[in-house]
């Protein structure tokens, strides 16, 4: 079986030490180990990369500047050293009326069939649910801007699937593209880390209940940030432990795009 050869990034987070004034500091901490990888069980997910270029829009969204120019450095030659390689590629969207009409997303819809009815769901409140809404995210004042602007959503110009490249739309599609391919673990991209591949439908939470190893590649994503921790991204970092710690492993795309180009 040919393999991928990677540098693995992981988190060892056993032998606190209880003889220091923070014990959690004696964790082995952050390690890496170039490591074998099934390359017919791997696939890259590209999840949600949109056309948000201008964050003028949609002020309450700070990471868009960065997620920008990962758009326009980073996922180019991922996606074209993907391609080229022959590596197996997903796509994960949001939202709706701008991918329905793709053959990728067809075949994932006719391979995957309706999706079960959850067991039970619970009354939400509306009243809590529409004040979290006006004073939490995105802010009242910002709603009518916020709809407009994400009402158009569109792939990024530069992640835009290519053919009958698999197009899911949650995690019962995916799954289905990912049996059919024989896959059974996902280097995610996108954004944003922590919020949408996280949570979102078709996100490392959905398909790790569905017992895919869900990795993430470090430099092709970025962090919803708050305002304590914008400026040295420490959401992002934070996240990226979250990954290696539950989900899988970290990558580097400059090291995967040589392993993919052989």
Request: charged share 25%; aromatic share 6%.
């Given at each position: 079986?040919?393999?991928?050869?990677?540098?693995?990034?992981?988190?060892?987070?056993?032998?606190?030490?209880?003889?220091?004034?923070?014990?959690?500091?004696?964790y082995g901490g952050w390690q890496t180990k170039t490591m074998d990888f099934a390359w017919e069980k791997t696939a890259v997910v590209v999840?949600?990369?949109w056309n948000i270029d201008d964050p003028t829009g949609i002020p309450e969204c700070e990471y868009i500047p960065r997620a920008a120019?990962?758009?326009?450095?980073?996922?180019?030659?991922?996606?074209?050293?993907?391609?080229?390689?022959g590596f197996k590629l997903f796509h994960v969207v949001g939202r709706s009326g701008y991918y329905e009409s793709l053959p990728g997303y067809q075949r994932a819809v006719a391979l995957a069939g309706p999706e079960p009815a959850p067991v039970w769901?619970?009354?939400?409140?509306?009243?809590?649910?529409?004040?979290?809404?006006?004073?939490v995210w995105p802010g009242k004042p910002n709603i009518a801007r916020y709809e407009a602007k994400f009402g158009k959503t569109d792939f990024h110009p530069a992640a835009r699937p290519?053919?009958?490249?698999?197009?899911?739309?949650?995690?019962?599609?995916?799954?289905?593209?990912?049996?059919?391919?024989?896959?059974?673990?996902?280097i995610y991209c996108g954004f944003a880390i922590g919020a949408c591949l996280l949570v979102a439908p078709g996100g490392m939470l959905d398909m790790q209940r569905r017992g895919a190893l869900c990795s993430v590649l470090r430099d092709a994503t970025t962090a919803v940030e708050n305002r304590e921790t914008a400026r040295q991204e420490l959401v992002k970092q934070i996240e990226l432990w979250r990954v290696a710690l539950y989900f899988g492993f970290v990558f580097r795309t400059e090291d995967l795009c040589q392993e993919l180009s052989g």
């Open positions: 079986m040919k393999k991928l050869t990677l540098p693995a990034s992981y988190y060892q987070q056993f032998n606190a030490d209880y003889s220091l004034a923070v014990p959690g500091e004696g999840m949600h990369a120019v990962i758009a326009k450095k980073v996922l180019p030659g991922l996606l074209r050293a993907v391609r080229e390689s769901r619970l009354d939400s409140d509306a009243e809590l649910a529409r004040f979290r809404y006006e004073n290519v053919g009958d490249e698999g197009v899911a739309a949650n995690g019962h599609q995916l799954a289905a593209l990912c049996r059919e391919a024989g896959v059974n673990h996902l």
